[in-house]
Structures are given as structure tokens and as C-alpha cells.
């Protein structure tokens, strides 16, 4: 079984490899993978077309400014899937780029079964997406549970919710098996998240350390861990040259888990960090600040939320902080209520198991996913 993939980054490049795996299972064949993935679905046997960093990119103005290479890229790939006639293709987030991609395969070649992953978050901004997305795919598989009714209020394409990846991550069932930690500890952790990309770091370093400050006054016996990627460590270690007080650095992925299994409180950076944070239990504070091009569309923007626990469990659960919002000030006595036993710890520690009960499934993401694909497939050839 030959499928194609068009993945843009590195978390698509996961769920792909877990696709690849689940369909070798679920359909008992040698799947040959083709298109693009990064290092994970690497290892599962594709060799990508080119390296997908190339299209890890974020807000609008740094799309404008990459529009050739991207251009080029988006022809390039859908004349090499043409060529290598896979059984299907899935997408995988990055709607910009590989729905594109998707719409030109869907015109060159109408019975391609195609299957889309990670649809883009028409419940957060711009849903007229929508509608591109139903042009050029034949099912969508949902990573969060309310959307599947969405895609039907929408006239979307049909949408299955088989999980979010993070369902199946081993240092999450770890942390669920050794159970919540309802009270803060006596001497509390605050976990520091300023994001993994360079502008997001840029942008929000300066201000999570003079909260970070704010807050030492407040709690002299604080401490705090930066859970942080390998490849903006150096950015980052230059940002903490100028903290006063200094926190802890976790680097690489088990750092970070091993993190979060002992964060009190957290200060992160609005984004999928902030599920993670959900489903392992540690409350948070949320603040953002979008580049400067980017703010000029903040109108797009008709979410009422920009914290997925706050979709998931359709209530404003987990405090968010914008621009002038972004507030030492404020976020040190929001957190201090957080690192400490008080109501507003409480309630979203109970908002947290209730966003787990939401997003469980019966089985593994990648085998529900699997099936999804091989029933479209099978579909698509009875016409």
C-alpha cells in the first residue's frame, strides 16, 4: 500500500508516523510511505521530498515573505505525488500549505481518496476554510471532540474524532496512573513555557521574567523550571542573562515531562502547550503576543478562546493574557493564586479532569485514525 503524506512540521511529523504504523496494523500490508514528513516518519521509511522546516513557518507576515520558495515548493510536491500514484494521500495541519496541495490533486486526479488530518481551527478564526477544505478532501480526522459538529454546522467535509496524540503519550499515562496532585506542594515549582519558536521567545521572554521577579517577592521559596528545545536553547540563555532570578532549565522532551510530573503552576505561552499542561494537570496562566504584521489581522480572529481546555470543555477555564494584558503585575498575583490551595486552583483542577474525560477513546489515535483512511479508501474504489 503506497501513500502519500504532505506534512509541514514537526508535530504533523509525529502523527504521521503513528498513521504509518497504524495502518501497517490495521490493514496488515507493507506501507510504503511517499511525499513529505520530517524525522519521525523518516523512520518509518519515507524519504521526504525536501526538509519540511522549510514550511515551519508562522503568522502572516512571515508567509509573504517566503511566497516564491513556498510557491515552488507547493508545484513541486504535487507533481511528485502525481507521479508516484500512491493509494491515497493524507494532509497534515499546515492548512495553507497542504490543502493547496490537496485542491491541485483533487483536480488532476478526482477518484484520489484524500484524508485530511489535523483540520485547521475554523472554530478559532476564519471559517470560510471550510469550504476549501470540503472541495478538496474526501474525511477529515479531528484531533478534539467538538469538532465533528462543527464540520456538520459548517457543511464541512464529514469529520471523525479519533483522538488526540497526546491520549496515547506514555509520560501522560504515567503521571494519570501515579494520580493528581489536588494540593500544591510546600515548597511549590512554577513551570516557565515561553514557547519553541524564536519569535514567540522573543517576544514574551522579557515580560515571564519580570513576572517571574513579581512573583519571588511574593513567594521567596518559589523555584521554577524552563522546560526548553534544543534548538533555541542559545536564544533562550541569552534572555536569561538579563532575569534576576534565574529558573532551572529542562532541555529536551523527557526534561520537559519530567517537568510537568512536578510543576505546581505554569506560565506558558498560549498553544497546544497549554493541553498539555490540561492533561497532566498543572494549572496555568496563559499569556501571547502576536508579531507585528500579524496583530494587524487580529480581526480574523472570532474564537471566543484561545486555550484548547477552554474549547474542550466550552467554558473559560483557563485564564488567558494578551498584549497590554501581558502584565507582571497581574500574571504574579493570578499565578501566586495558583500555587497555592485556594478556589481557583481548585476549579481548574477540576476543569482538567473533565477536558480528559472529553477527549478519551476507546482505543490508540493512530488505529482509529487507520481505519478512517482505509475505509475512505475503500469507498472511494466502490465509487
Same mark, same amino acid.
Given at each position: 500500500?503506497?501513500i502519500?503524506?504532505?506534512?509541514g512540521e514537526e508535530s504533523?511529523d509525529r502523527i504521521g508516523? !503513528?498513521l504509518?504504523r497504524?495502518?501497517a496494523k490495521?490493514?496488515?500490508a507493507v506501507?510504503?510511505p511517499?511525499?513529505?514528513?520530517g524525522?519521525a516518519?523518516?523512520a518509518?521509511?519515507l524519504?521526504s521530498l525536501f526538509?519540511i522546516e522549510e ?10 515573505a ?9 508545484s513541486q510536491?504535487? !507533481? ?7 493509494d491515497?494521500?493524507v494532509?497534515?495541519?499546515?492548512f495553507?500549505f497542504t ?8 483536480k @488532476?486526479q478526482p477518484d ?6 489535523v483540520p ?8 470560510k476554510?471550510l ?5 478538496a478532501? !474526501? ?7 467538538f ?5 456538520r454546522?459548517l457543511?464541512g %467535509?464529514p @469529520?471523525?474524532y479519533a483522538?488526540?496524540p497526546?491520549m496515547?503519550e506514555?509520560h501522560?499515562q504515567?503521571?494519570?496512573?501515579k494520580?493528581a496532585?489536588?494540593k ?8 516557565i513555557?515561553p514557547?519553541s519558536r524564536?519569535g ?10 519580570s513576572?517571574?521577579?513579581?512573583l519571588?517577592?511574593?513567594m ?10 534544543p534548538?533555541v536553547?542559545?536564544?533562550v540563555e541569552q534572555k536569561l542573562?538579563?532575569?534576576p532570578?534565574? %529558573?532551572?532549565l529542562a532541555i ?5 515531562w519530567?517537568a510537568f ?6 506560565l ?5 502547550? @497549554?493541553?498539555e499542561l490540561?492533561?497532566?494537570g498543572? %494549572? ?10 500579524t496583530?494587524q489581522?487580529?480581526?480574523l480572529i472570532?474564537?471566543?478562546t484561545?486555550?484548547?481546555p477552554n474549547?474542550?470543555v466550552d467554558?473559560?477555564?483557563v485564564?488567558e493574557?494578551?498584549?497590554?494584558f501581558?502584565?507582571p503585575e497581574?500574571?504574579s498575583?493570578?499565578l501566586?493564586?495558583?500555587?497555592? !490551595?485556594?478556589p ?10 473533565e ?6 477513546v476507546?482505543r490508540?489515535?493512530?488505529e482509529?485514525?487507520?481505519d478512517v483512511?482505509?475505509q475512505t479508501?475503500?469507498d472511494k474504489?466502490?465509487g
Amino acid at each position: 500500500m503506497k501513500i502519500g503524506f504532505v506534512v509541514g512540521e514537526e508535530s504533523a511529523d509525529r502523527i504521521g508516523a !503513528d498513521l504509518i504504523r497504524g495502518l501497517a496494523k490495521q490493514s496488515g500490508a507493507v506501507v510504503e510511505p511517499v511525499g513529505l514528513g520530517g524525522r519521525a516518519m523518516a523512520a518509518q521509511g519515507l524519504n521526504s521530498l525536501f526538509d519540511i522546516e522549510e514550511l515551519s513557518i508562522i503568522g502572516i507576515g512571515a508567509i509573504v515573505a517566503r511566497l516564491p520558495q513556498l510557491m515552488r515548493r507547493l508545484s513541486q510536491t504535487t !507533481d511528485y505525488l502525481l507521479a508516484q500514484k500512491p493509494d491515497a494521500v493524507v494532509t497534515i495541519d499546515s492548512f495553507t500549505f497542504t490543502n493547496r496541495v490537496a485542491t491541485r490533486l483533487r483536480k @488532476a486526479q478526482p477518484d484520489l481518496p484524500i484524508i485530511n488530518v489535523v483540520p485547521p481551527a475554523v472554530w478559532a478564526y476564519r471559517p470560510k476554510r471550510l469550504e476549501a477544505l470540503a472541495a478538496a478532501v !474526501d474525511h477529515s480526522i479531528c484531533l478534539f471532540p467538538f469538532e465533528p459538529a462543527i464540520f456538520r454546522e459548517l457543511n464541512g %467535509p464529514p @469529520a471523525t474524532y479519533a483522538g488526540h496524540p497526546l491520549m496515547s503519550e506514555p509520560h501522560l499515562q504515567a503521571i494519570w496512573k501515579k494520580g493528581a496532585r489536588t494540593k500544591p506542594a510546600t515548597l511549590p515549582v512554577l513551570l516557565i513555557l515561553p514557547g519553541s519558536r524564536r519569535g514567540e521567545i522573543n517576544r514574551l521572554m522579557d515580560d515571564f521574567g519580570s513576572t517571574f521577579a513579581a512573583l519571588k517577592q511574593r513567594m521567596p521559596e518559589l523555584r521554577a523550571i524552563l522546560p526548553v528545545v534544543p534548538r533555541v536553547q542559545k536564544l533562550v540563555e541569552q534572555k536569561l542573562a538579563s532575569w534576576p532570578h534565574k %529558573p532551572e532549565l529542562a532541555i529536551g522532551d523527557e526534561a520537559k515531562w519530567q517537568a510537568f510530573a512536578v510543576g505546581d503552576a505554569a506560565l506558558a505561552a498560549s498553544g497546544t502547550v @497549554a493541553l498539555e499542561l490540561a492533561l497532566a494537570g498543572v %494549572p496555568m496562566a496563559l499569556g501571547y503576543r502576536l508579531d507585528g504584521f500579524t496583530y494587524q489581522f487580529r480581526h480574523l480572529i472570532t474564537g471566543w478562546t484561545a486555550a484548547l481546555p477552554n474549547y474542550v470543555v466550552d467554558h473559560p477555564l483557563v485564564p488567558e493574557h494578551f498584549h497590554e494584558f501581558v502584565r507582571p503585575e497581574l500574571l504574579s498575583r493570578c499565578l501566586e493564586r495558583l500555587l497555592t !490551595d485556594t478556589p481557583e486552583r481548585a476549579a481548574q483542577m477540576a476543569g482538567f479532569d473533565e477536558v480528559r474525560r472529553r477527549m478519551a477513546v476507546s482505543r490508540p489515535p493512530e488505529e482509529l485514525g487507520a481505519d478512517v483512511i482505509l475505509q475512505t479508501i475503500a469507498d472511494k474504489v466502490r465509487g
